[in-house]
């Protein structure tokens, strides 16, 4: 590393703070980096069962439809579960490693916590009767038949050859006619392999003199049964997904990384060589796949995980694919698909080839055998006489083993990403084929996350739209598997603590006919009364649906409208919620039929995610406030207020902080602490904030821009000396990115907010510095800026986490004392949500009116007043001002 390149970070970070404010020269690939519409907390799952047993790592997954049993394959056992409710009874075979065993793992130096256990990798059915499966066995892999129907296992024999020995290790097996496909990198400082294994010929990969894999790491296969219906006689083939060291180490073919995802494809009927390439594949053929967004020089090139969507129609088949970045502390998934005949285009054309072994891989453009190396045996070779691998002519064996590798890439559908998001890294993924209203058919995608999520999505013209991101455990754990089942209309995730099992939709969560709607899920439809699932509706052309734009159908339906009454004082700020459901969309407001549109200081209202601030009420702001929520175009009323603002000063009483409360009013906490509870409240709740006053702010402001303009010169200077850096530190590009500081706390202690904190409590604030955009009014949905936060420097991501029309940071704030007095230090996301959302409107004090029950659990689960009433409890000096609530739904 050149001392210059701290230098160069240091720069660059500067460079995309710049890129922040000034909204270039970075840009967002915004458009698909989507945002999940809903946020439902692990309180708001419907119609969830769990499966929890005394086992860990339950990380195997086989559904059999026609018993209706689900196996769960465990660290140390197997549980067979009834599919249609997990958490009913189920049966299980304890197979856990002998206490010797173990003992020979402890001393081969590994892991007692995690390696020396039996955990099982492979559960596949192997006849109509029985099961196999395949566990590490305390670093000694074995395997062992299940008897189905009594659920009991035969001893175990050696399976060195078909399982890894670690639990971690990348593996793929599958059962196919009785015959064992397994594909890892076995033992330690083996090479990886593509095995099948007896009885009938074993076959493997090559090594020498060119090795067909490297450092490999599986993450998933298929068989396609493309004999079917062949009019070439063609043969089933399996094919491999996994991610493997780049061989091609050119920049042409590999994009200058080290690491590759890749598919091969081996022949089911391959029985080898005669003489060269004896019990070795004489199909064998890979290729790579790529996802990747060329325009941001974003290259997920880690496969993580991938789905095999079969069809009727062999050649139709479609893999779905989870990829990740190259950084291991990158959070940032892309999913792509790919059409089996792209991968065949890439297997029929031209091979790589290197002339010693390892480097300097080239397309090879000399003559090619035949017939054509790596294809399986059709009609055509049978006419002439080749009806088995085994009498292939040597010179095309000795061309297989030279040149496994394509020079044509697998480009996905549409030749870029179904999906890309930065804050999320996908483990899973399983696909479901529906049918909508419209009788299309749609994709549905369930992707599980490192973190104990589950979005759901819907592809509608070649894009991913997020219908519902759900929360499905209190804890965060990485999702170990998803599988669905359409005849339980279920979807299962598995995870190491346990099992969850969902419907695969919950159609009832949506209210009204605009939500259904704007949902975009193919399984719920507006009936008139209800969001109902389409499944149980004889006649679908009454239903209302719109899934490719989201938008049409509900213009006659009424919208409820919830109506509140409410007045305040001269001079309070009052906050008027209004949290939308939807995280697409935005608020507007009206005051009495008349767009708010100037949130300037001079207009004394601003409108932020969650709600319209009212500063300073004065009395001509008495009138009709109304919220709607702004999604697709379309407006949707949410909540009206008729607000009164009263000059006279109330009496006050002293009560108690009851649900009932509609407004709050706090003191600074600056003020002295009472010894007791006053009589009169403290003469106006705006003794400080000269700071904040209308003319110092407007002070502060000219100091900001002036500030700000100097700046972007400097900027400018030093995007230019950043150009240069970056072709001296030729690593790409590289961007920032702002990690919370308080987000991993926040994570944890209220994880259903973790998209919402930086969007729901972000004020609109104005300003006009340099870049001109004013009132930007998208939400920072992916942006994990809070105040507080420290930057982070992210290599590849060249990009800012801010929408184009993002308005930039708000300018700095005077120091609040709430740090300083251990009362108000909240120990979770409440200091980087609540206190300094307020600190920025009034360092003061503030009014809040409840918008709903506090019973009422928000879909995001985030209750602004049940964290005011914390800081109310906290402050014991806390006055309270009690208001008649003249509230009418
Ligand atoms: C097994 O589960 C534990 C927690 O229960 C987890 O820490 C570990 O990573 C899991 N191992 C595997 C291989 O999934
Ligand atoms: C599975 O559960 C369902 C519903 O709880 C029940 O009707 C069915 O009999 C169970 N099946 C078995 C095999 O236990
Ligand atoms: C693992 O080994 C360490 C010492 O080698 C021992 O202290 C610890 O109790 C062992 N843990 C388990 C789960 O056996
Ligand atoms: C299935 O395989 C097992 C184990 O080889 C064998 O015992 C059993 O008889 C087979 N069942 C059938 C129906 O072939
Ligand atoms: C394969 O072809 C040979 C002649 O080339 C013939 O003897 C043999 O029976 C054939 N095998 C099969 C399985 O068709």
Redo the contacts with the bound molecule.
Sequence with gaps: MSPALPLCLRLLLLCSWAGVVLGYPFRTPVELDVTPRITVPVQGLHGSRRFLSSAVNHSVLLLEPESERLYVGARGAVFALNASDISSPFLQIEWEASPEQKQQCLTKGKDNKTECFNHIRLLQR?????LYMCGTHAFRPLCA?I?EKSFEM?PAEDGRDKCPYGPTTGYTGLIID?QIYTASQYEFRSFPDIRRNSPSPTLRTEDAPTRWLTEADFVGSALVRESINSPTGDDDKIYFFFTESAEENSAAYSGGSSRVARVARVCKGDRGGHLTLQKRWTSFLKARLVCSLPEFNFHFNMLRSVFILPDPTPKNTLFFGIFGLEWKNVKASAVCSFSLSEVEKAFLGPYMETQDSGSNWKEYSGKIPDPRPGTCITDSLRARGINMSTSLPDDVLYFVRRHPLMSVQVQPTDRRPLLFRRTTDYTQLAVHVTQAADEQEYHVLYLGTDDGWLHKAVQVQGQLHIIEELQLLEEPEPVSSVLISTEQMSVYVSFPSGVLQLPLSTCHRYTSCYDCVFSRDPHCAWDGDSCVDILHVDNRSALIQDIQHGSRGCENYHQVVMEKSRSVRVGDDVLLQCELTSNLASPTWTQDGRDLTGYGLSSGVRTGNDGLLIIDAKSDQSGRYTCYSVENDIRVPIISYNITVEVDTPTVKNIELTEDLSIYTLPSPEEPIATEQPLIPPPAPRLTTTLLDPQNMEALYLTLITILGGLCVVLTVVLLYVGFCLRVGNRGKYSLRAAAAAYPSNKRVNKNRKHRNSATMELKTISSHCNGYANGSAKHHNGDIQNGGFLQIVPGEGHTTFNRDSPPPAPPLPPTPNHTSPDCDFPNGLSATLPSMLRRINGNSYVLLRQTDSANTSPNGYSFTDELNKILEKRKHTQILPRPDESSV
Excluded: E, G
């Design positions: 192997f006849n109509s009767t029985h038949f008897d035969s009785q």
